[in-house]
DNA sequence: ATTTTTGTTAATGTAAGGTTAAAAGCTATA
DNA sequence: TATAGCTTTTAACCTTACATTAACAAAAAT
């Protein structure tokens, strides 16, 4: 077998740190690219193709959640990982609420950096693959272009879709006649997972739902405890 | 929300650090049964389905790798993982011949020890869906589909099937025609072996008896004392 | 005959989901 | 910096779905 090399933009500007980190991940058979701060992190991020992002929160000129917005501006996929100073609550949800994956305090086990690098990778893996290009969907008597975030009934009007509208519409249609994981959907378009996120999903479900009425053969299941289900019936 | 807990089986005689060890685990989401010696390490293995066993080598009466063979015996599949006084090279291959997932050095890094969790119980859980988990059955003219919970007769309309609906007529289904023990129920589904839940489980017998009654080649016998039989009449 | 086990229906309590509306956040533009 | 126009979250209230327990009848075992 032999999966290909893993692409990792470490941007960190303590450069003895930086160095030994870098040379560690690629002992680990990792390829990566070192950055020395946040403006040439996002040049590098902008050139080439990352499997992950490792990002120094302090950071001279551009800190690293000011990268990760922006990187995320770019790439709503691709999985960050923030190295801190030390323990602080404010940034980590901070960090959180920009998308990121994981965090961890200065100094950490090398291991654990290790795993959890293996672990993140792996699980985007897994989602992502095919998934991850498709935009354009066609939903029983709708079309979703879900780039440009509108949906048409028979070709006529366009009604256009707000952000997380779209994304769950479309991650619905990903799954179409299978099972969307209410999780999946948390922790993809809200990436948070929790009392009040999920009942801001079940509202868009239900805004959905409304724009769904215009074709009766189309409907978004409830399946208790586990997701919804977008199906779209065949016969008369 | 969200995925079922897992179930660690975590044989320690230290008390001590057993408990703290399982402590950290549950603070962690993990459901965690403790056993002091290999002894009570199989027989409460034996009781109960776990996902993970995490063994002590060192132990008095019975030594992990002992208790691990014996495990192994009744279940090859269940991941386990070792922990070892120290390293030893010997022991741990002995380990892996066992067929150990993993061991670690007293004393560990508790961060690692739950990323090396994580990633065994993913690994196993993406190697097992597709062969052991068998989600779509046929049931003279039903369609048992158990992932999205649902059974149709004969291409029509689809009943939704609650959770524990599912999983019983599920677990009949994985024996047809076959004895599925009363225990093995209750211990799979329920969790718990007891008054309640054995009566619990008799009603959902019965609904499922409702469910399958538009069938009358389907039933589900009793066999007193035992168990169910899903059985389907074969003549006219 | 009487004690256990099972069949079945109904009642209860709790959790999850459906829906609407109001509040809070954003962003752009005046 | 105020404001208009959106998007998203939070709140509230209601309905449905589930699982358990109770209650009583029937069947099987002793």
Redesign the pocket.
Do not use: C
């Given at each position: 077998m032999n999966e290909q090399q893993k692409r990792i933009l470490l941007v960190e500007d303590d450069p003895n740190f930086g160095t030994v980190l870098k040379d560690y991940l690629m002992m680990n058979d990792y390829e990566v690219t070192h950055a020395k701060n946040g403006m040439e992190g996002f040049e590098k991020f902008k050139k080439d193709d990352f499997d992950l992002c490792i990002l120094d929160v302090m950071m001279p000129y551009k800190d690293g959640f000011t990268l990760a917005k922006e990187i995320r501006e770019k790439n709503t996929e691709v999985p960050i990982i923030f190295l801190t100073a030390k323990a602080m609550k404010e940034d980590v949800l901070k960090g959180y609420k920009v998308g990121a994956d994981d965090y961890l305090n200065k100094p950490f086990d090398s291991e654990v950096l290790l795993m959890k690098i293996k672990a993140i990778i792996q699980r985007k893996a897994s989602d992502t693959v095919a998934d991850s290009k498709q935009f354009e969907f066609k939903i029983g008597g709708f079309d979703l272009n879900s780039k440009l975030r509108f949906l048409t009934y028979n070709g006529g009007e366009q009604v256009?879709l707000?952000?997380?509208?779209n994304e769950l519409l479309r991650l619905l249609a990903l799954h179409e006649n299978d099972l969307m994981p209410?999780e999946l959907a948390l922790t993809k378009i809200?990436r948070d997972d929790n009392y009040?996120?999920?009942?801001?999903m079940?509202?868009?479900?239900?805004?959905l739902?409304?724009y769904l009425k215009l074709d009766e053969k189309v409907e978004i299941l409830?399946i208790?405890?586990?997701?919804f289900r977008l199906v779209v019936n065949t016969e008369a």
């Open positions: 256009k707000s952000p997380k509208e209410r809200w009040f996120t999920s009942r801001s079940d509202v868009y479900i239900a805004k739902r409304k409830n208790h405890g586990e997701g």
